[in-house]
């Protein structure tokens, strides 16, 4: 027993490898510790009822490298529509250029190598313990007029399941290896000695504190995305107001005591992932039931308008896969954070069915654009203006294709870059949304390993890092899917070591 000041603590237990965290990153770590032959020992700071971190609120969307369908076809589950689906190849430098694009060159080059390096072997590793993978047609998919399906935007690869389905994988693999889960865990601080971390620190119900000893200590807790405090500190006035998307539990509470202990920040504490995000619908944080449900990302397809009518950004600027991280900022700095995705009946049957045609959804729908500007209290005047800008400014002499960045442009400002159509065909609908905050980009520093490092750039022993405690990898905004393969990437290393 050991007591520090006036804290109480119980008996020690020994593990040779705790893990602090309960989602992808925390698990695929532990995994690899314990096919080692480590005694493992994994805390979560949820109650088992809550369990899977914000991996369980995803979609399992994992961005990998692949030479096409037949590289992926030895881990996927196998699929009727596999032989009428083209999947395009997606190289390693297709991998890297997305990611130094995207976050305008500020990841960390050396991190950026090892996931791109060794994204596709994890999930082929996890495969082999019993994660189940799949194509994810219904959300990277177009079928084409004459059946086939078309791959398209780099990320082609899920879990079976979703987000719900790789946690309870996970959980099942956990048990199989002989980890130790334990839920409910609010571990605070971590046990130092000298410049060596020892072990971990919990907070008790009744304000006592349990001491756990082991040879490591894996950090895997989240970012601060779920503590509105945090969030304004950091990513600036505005931010307090976002909605959380997935769980409430990652408070950024890991962060401070590994940062207390030593370790060095990492990456860009000023920005995060956040996307266009339900914005009336009842219970729209940390909704277990609907989970990735809530986001709306079909904007490409139509335009986004503010409370004053106004187009404010290029909806089809790129991709979905590389714009959507990064556009949930821009509605937070709209008037009253809310603004409204406006499509035409035309276009309504191409929304993502499992987004789109959700139970509660916050929409409204009118015959004219008049009418509708009046259904979200926006002015007639200037809406109706905004569209008919939009209609008329469109190239229609060139062909609508949303497989590829065609260049349908619609010449008003803001310029809409691909796959403009006109809206001119009754009913009209207005999706209200808002910013959803996903996860944090700042973190710890750590070297490849997930070894976390000091101020002076030296590893501190007994410390690692991983998921989206890892700082380094995104800046301003992300390639779908990466963060699900940094978490399986950067947490196999971590484990490896551990």
Known sequence: MTTHNDEQSTQSIDADVIVVGGGNAAFTAAHAAAKRGRKVLLLEKAPKELFGGNSF??????????NGLADLQSFIDDDDRHAATEVPPYSAAEYTSDLVKVTEGRNDPELTAVLVDEAADGLRWLNTLGLKY??????????????????WGGLHVG??????GLMADHVRVAQELGTEVRYGQDVFGLIQEGNTIKGVKIRQTDGTVQEIRAESVILAAGGFEANAKMRQENLGEGWENAKVRGTPFNTGEMITAALESGAAKGGDWGTCHSVQWDAFTANNESNRELTNRLTRQSYPLGVIVNRDGKRFLDEGEDFRNYTYAKYGKVILQQPGSIAYQVFDATLRPALRTEEYDMPGISV?????????AAKINVSPEALEKTINDYNTSIDTSIT????????????????KSNWATPLITAPFYAYGVTCGITFTFGGLKSDTHGRVLNEGGESIPGLFVCGEMLGGLFSTNYPGGSGLAAGVVFGRRAGALA
């Open 400 to 415: 609508l294709d949303p497989t590829v960045k065609d260049g349908r442009r619609a010449d008003t400002v803001p310029v």
């Open 159 to 164: 879990n079976t399941g979703g987000g719900e």
């Open 57 to 66: 609120y995803t979609a399992g969307a994992t961005r990998i490298p692949h």
């Open 134 to 151: 799949r194509l994810m047609y219904e959300r990277q998919a177009y079928k084409r007029p004459d059946g086939t399906f078309l791959f």
């Open 364 to 372: 409204e729908q009118a015959d004219t654009i008049e009418e509708l």
